[in-house]
């Protein structure tokens, strides 16, 4: 079954950097339409960044500039370069792998907790 394997969540201050990781196993990885999502206790779960199987991306407007996702096909990892951040970046980040292939293609706002399959999380946690 889809396995997903979130590691790299940590404290860090204001404008330092993380690299998130998601070991994924269980399905072809090249396949999928993948996402890095994000919540906070009290809100609902929203859509970071997606990256499509041509290597297409798309990212919420707060972290345009500042954040990258990628993927590398052949280890089955799917990353989240996490730059410059910010207080209101913390949060629980999840991987997630798409159940249908046209979500890389919606509007990333439209995106939520029935995106597909999901990791158990990896907290990150911004102080100012």
């Known amino acids: 079954q889809v396995q997903l394997v979130e590691s790299g969540g940590d404290s860090v201050q204001a404008g330092g950097s993380l690299r998130l990781s998601c070991a994924a196993s269980?399905?072809?990885?090249?396949?999928?339409?993948m996402g890095w999502f994000r919540q906070v206790p009290g809100k609902e779960r929203e859509a970071v960044a997606t990256i499509a199987i041509n290597g297409g991306t798309n990212y919420v407007d707060s972290v345009k500039g500042r954040f990258t996702i990628s993927r590398d096909n052949s280890g089955n990892t799917l990353y989240l370069q996490m730059n410059s951040l910010k207080p209101e970046d913390t949060a629980m980040y999840y991987c997630?792998?798409?159940?249908?292939?046209?979500?890389?293609?919606?509007?990333?706002?439209?995106?939520?907790?029935?995106?597909?399959?999901w990791g158990q999380g990896t907290q990150v946690t911004v102080s100012s």
């Open positions: 997630a792998a798409a159940r249908i292939p046209w979500m890389c293609r919606a509007p990333i706002q439209a995106l939520g907790v029935d995106f597909g399959y």
């Open positions: 269980g399905f072809t990885f090249s396949s999928y339409c």
